[in-house]
């Protein structure tokens, strides 16, 4: 009896040290979004987006880690890439007001630049705009490293056939509807074409898997449309 005992109490003993590690880790990143709450409400008034596209960039890119430093070198909490962060004046990517802030700038740009698509200016945040306009128009992108971007002109209406970005932007839209609201203030600056608010202040689920579920792809997604102040 003691010898099926001790294998089952090793056992709990594993969960429950996981369980509390899990804890830890989502208060955490609950702590770190909060510092920063601040900074996306201040930002998206500023631009007339909703503050919670700022949340969930930030999540999705960092997990609001303002030294987060990308293999591709894309830096800070908002992981913008050097060549961005100089177009829009950002000296000190880690600094998490300024950052927030070109982010911000860049985002409104992006929906402005796709009539509103909310899902092609986070597809666009992802992959680069100039991606995102090959696949929208079938038309050949080659960069300045010589790379070659739909070689086979496929149009497939914006959203890059990477599972990557597929898989980002199909995050990014289930955050901003579907998780429950964790923290934040309302913010109704913004006009939708789709349901993103409810009667409840909302934002997205921090205590979600550092890593991100990973979700099925569909040739064929939603399109979200928003109306930029």
């Not at 177009?87 to 927030?100: E, V, W």
């Not at 038309?139 to 971007?149: A, D, E, T």
């Not at 199909?170 to 006009?191: C, E, H, K, N, Y």
Request: positive net charge; proline residues 6%; charged residues 25%.
């Amino acid at each position: 009896m003691i010898r099926k005992l001790v294998p089952a109490l090793v056992f709990l003993l594993l969960v429950d040290v996981s369980i509390s590690a899990q804890l830890r880790h989502d208060s955490l990143i609950r702590k770190r979004a909060q510092t920063l709450e601040a900074y996306f409400v201040e930002s998206a008034r500023r631009y007339g987006i909703d503050p919670r596209i700022l949340r969930v960039l930030c999540y999705l890119e960092s997990r609001f880690r303002l030294d987060a430093i990308s293999p591709k070198g894309a830096r800070g909490p908002m992981q913008l890439m050097p060549e961005t962060a100089a177009r829009y004046g950002l000296i000190n990517p880690h600094d998490p007001k300024t950052a927030i802030d070109a982010a911000a700038r860049y985002f409104r740009d992006l929906l402005r630049r796709f009539d509103g698509r909310i899902d092609l200016a986070f597809a666009a945040y992802n992959a680069g705009e100039g991606t995102v306009e090959a696949f929208r128009n079938g038309r050949v992108l080659r960069l300045s490293n010589g790379k070659v971007i739909n070689a086979a002109r496929s149009v497939t209406g914006g959203i890059p056939p990477y599972p990557e970005t597929r898989n980002y932007v199909r995050l990014a839209i289930s955050l901003l509807t579907d998780r429950g609201p964790i923290f934040t203030q309302r913010f109704d600056v913004l006009v939708t074409k789709m349901t993103l608010t409810s009667t409840r202040d909302f934002t997205i689920d921090v205590t979600a898997n550092e890593n991100g579920p990973t979700l099925p792809l569909s040739e064929r997604g939603k399109w979200f449309f928003i109306e930029i102040q």
